[in-house]
């Protein structure tokens, strides 16, 4: 597990602190969708949103994704994802509700020294 921390160029009390006070670490309010609802959001405050863009740029941008993955991928996008679609006759649009919150800080590390290892047994 310490291998993340490195990656990451921080420490576990930065990370323990970050998922200790979900309070402090966003900013909640909602927006309305296009049905009328309303939709939380939780943004991110500038020190997560920082912490954020290291996992992105070492290690999720360094693993190819599934072709046909497009959610949090780059240069995909929810346009390239209808485009895939757009002969066919039905499409199926699912929200996981509550997916997000129900995913551990455990398998989340779990997931990128995975992914971490990965990349360097790539040729």
């Known amino acids: 597990m310490a291998n993340i921390y490195k990656l990451l160029n921080t420490s576990r009390a930065v990370i323990?602190?970050?998922?200790?006070?979900?309070?402090?670490?966003?900013?909640?309010?909602?927006?309305?969708?296009?049905?009328?609802?309303?939709?939380?959001?939780?943004?991110?405050?500038?020190?997560?949103?920082?912490?954020?863009?290291?996992?992105?740029?070492?290690?999720?941008?360094r693993f190819i994704p599934h072709p046909i993955a497009h959610g949090f991928t780059q240069y995909r996008s929810p346009r390239t994802n209808?485009?895939?679609?757009?002969?066919?006759?039905?499409?199926?649009?699912?929200?996981?509700?509550?997916?997000?919150?129900?995913?551990?800080?455990?398998?989340v590390a779990n997931l990128f020294e995975y992914l971490n290892n990965q990349s360097k047994n790539d040729p």
């Not at 969708?33 to 959001?41: A, D, T």
């Open 16 to 61: 323990d602190d970050i998922l200790s006070n979900p309070q402090r670490n966003y900013l909640r309010f909602s927006i309305k969708k296009r049905s009328g609802k309303r939709r939380i959001i939780d943004a991110p405050s500038p020190e997560l949103k920082q912490l954020q863009r290291v996992v992105l740029a070492n290690i999720l941008y």
């Open 82 to 107: 209808a485009l895939m679609h757009k002969e066919a006759a039905v499409v199926l649009n699912v929200d996981i509700r509550e997916f997000f919150p129900s995913i551990s800080h455990r398998r």
